[in-house]
């Protein structure tokens, strides 16, 4: 884990790492409170407005009325990231109750994390999501954390092209990258560090010791998310 996880130490390491902009999800609302944790989001992208970019949570079973939620973060305070985790909500990420998200979602051209964690039907929902928006940038999270995870989000990913391959976790598979870049996903690759409950070093090196030619890294760590902040709201 990375020791010291505020607004200020984050900062201070990602600029000793060569990071100027990053993207943060709300880790006090994945575990507890996500008003409060989305609000610490808010927070965060106002103290650093060039820099810190949200990504919102919203649950129905924390707060049944979707719309107004997705509106007033996204349309109002101009929030281009989603985030889900259907480990705590067990509720399916293509379950009706999303619609109004999603679809605000994809007419404003906005990217989604989508975590895996614990989803059974993960890869068959986010090939029904990746068709019926396809201007929503749906990011596979976790991508690379074993070889048939990494073969199987690939296969997917290689099918719609609004799917992004995300490879953060605690340990890396070995090769891993090096196997998106062969199967032709370098431009839909991203750096990731779950920062900061994972420290960002660690996931720093994979990408810049894999063995993969020096466009594909600056691609994976920069390139492609600079091109979906870009046409957010666009």
């Known amino acids: ?11 201070r390491l990602y600029h000793r790492l060569g990071v100027q902009r990053y993207c943060v999800a709300p880790w006090l609302g994945i575990w507890a409170d996500k008003k409060a944790g989305n609000n610490a989001v808010l927070e965060m992208s106002r103290q650093q407005p060039d820099a810190a970019f949200g990504l919102i949570m919203i649950d129905p079973t924390y707060d049944p009325d979707v719309r107004a939620q997705a509106e007033y973060y996204h349309l109002q305070k101009r929030v281009p990231g989603l985030k889900t985790l259907y480990a705590r909500s067990a509720v399916r990420y293509n379950d009706p109750v999303f619609d109004p998200w999603w679809q605000i979602a994809n007419q404003n051209k906005l990217f989604a994390l989508m975590d895996y964690g614990s989803y059974p039907q993960f890869l068959d929902d986010m090939a029904d999501l990746a068709e019926r928006y396809p201007d929503i940038a749906f990011f596979l999270d976790h991508a690379g954390r074993d070889w048939s995870a990494a073969e199987a989000n690939a296969a997917l990913a290689k099918r719609y092209s609004n799917l992004y391959i995300q490879h953060t976790y605690t340990s890396n598979t070995q090769g891993a990258i090096e196997y998106f870049v062969a199967e032709g996903l370098a431009d ?36 492609n998310m600079d091109r979906l902040l870009a046409r957010a709201f666009t």
């Open 188 to 223: 839909r690759t991203l750096f990731g560090t779950d920062a900061p409950m994972r420290d960002p070093r660690p996931q720093l090196g994979w990408i810049v010791y894999a063995d993969i030619s020096e466009a594909d890294k600056r691609k994976i760590l920069h390139e």
């Open 1 to 11: 884990m990375m020791l010291k996880g505020d607004l200020a130490h984050m900062t």
